[in-house]
């Protein structure tokens, strides 16, 4: 995987939903306020807040694709993990800016005064579902295409933006109902999917800066790849790390003992060269060769084979 495809990805879809979202938000905003829907208008806030959060990711995509330099020799790749946790602040403020004023709301007992929602709220709050799931499905393809952390915090922006949307439109029909502070309800409801889509991206940047593991299937790969590249006797050790959208690989393989030096460095450097082929997640494999001994299962039977034609012999003597 070039770098380049990840930021050219990245920008291309950026963009897109950049676009997308402003006009939601306008849409939004112009519906909620001439539609009589508070809980609409939170959902434009969140809309708006994903423009910025969106330009935050692009930041962090492009910097994250910078090559290699003196002061960051390992690379960049962990600024994307940096821009999904100031994404992750970002929800997490407007999720309990729009919950304390729903909480406010509903308290004091405002809701009372406010108007029932019109045809309009109900209509902006149905396009907003579809748009931003489609939204979400834009952004997911093109994430696991690059494998952009990043990018694919922002496509579960986009999903929490449709299960608000659903949200807000529960609080419009309630409210067209006769039921006024089902809009407010609708507004802690929004407020708790932010938090929670903010908790998650949290945790999942917070696990790739502080070298999590990759998950069983890929080492399961990498182990079985390994122990079928020719001249390893076994696998000592296997440990991986997840830097960024990359993966960092440290092995210790076994080789027969007896072998000359530069047929146990070729042994590695096969294995060092097949991994990067066939792994394109994977930047940087250190690998390790230590002498291989028999097991001891083994050496017991070889010397029991021994004693046995010795007394084969002896006995024909």
């Known amino acids: 995987m070039e770098k380049t495809n990840l930021e050219k990805t990245a920008v291309k879809t950026s963009i897109v939903t950049i676009v997308a979202n402003f006009a939601l938000t306008v849409f939004k905003l112009f519906a909620g306020i001439f539609g009589a829907s508070y809980a609409l208008i939170s959902d434009a806030i969140h809309s708006a807040s994903d423009v910025f959060s969106t330009v935050i990711v692009l930041a962090g995509v492009k910097v994250s694709a910078k090559t290699a330099d003196k002061k960051h020799p390992f690379g960049h790749e962990r600024f994307e993990c940096v821009a999904a946790i100031i994404l992750a602040m970002v929800l997490l403020a407007t999720g309990v800016g729009i919950g304390y004023t729903g909480v406010k ?38 994430a696991k295409k690059v494998n952009s952390s990043a990018l ?36 802690l409801v929004i407020c708790i999917m932010i938090i929670v889509a903010a908790v998650r991206i949290f945790i999942d940047a917070v696990n790739k800066m502080t070298d999590e593991a990759c998950d069983e299937k890929t080492e399961g790969e990498l182990r079985g790849f390994i122990s079928s590249c020719g001249g390893v006797e076994r696998i000592d050790d296997l440990m991986t790390r997840k830097f960024g959208n990359r993966i960092y690989v440290i092995v210790e393989i076994a080789c027969n003992r007896d072998l000359p030096l530069f047929e146990a460095h070729e042994i590695a450097e096969n294995v060092h060269l097949g991994i990067e082929e066939n792994f394109p997640l994977v930047k940087h494999i250190t690998v390790h060769v230590n002498p291989y001994d028999p097991p001891e299962e083994e050496n017991k039977t070889t010397e029991t084979e021994i004693d046995t034609e010795v007394e084969e012999l002896e006995g024909d003597k």
């Open 152 to 187: 694919k915090a922002d496509a579960w922006h986009h999903r929490s933006d449709a299960l608000s949307s659903i949200g807000s439109l529960i609080g419009v029909i309630g409210a067209m109902c006769g039921v006024p502070v089902l809009d407010s309800v609708a507004c």
């Open 105 to 142: 709301n509903i308290v004091t007992g405002e809701y009372l005064n406010f108007e029932l929602p019109k045809v309009i709220a109900l209509v902006a709050a149905a396009v907003s579902i579809v748009v931003k799931e489609a939204m979400f499905w834009y952004t997911i393809v093109a």
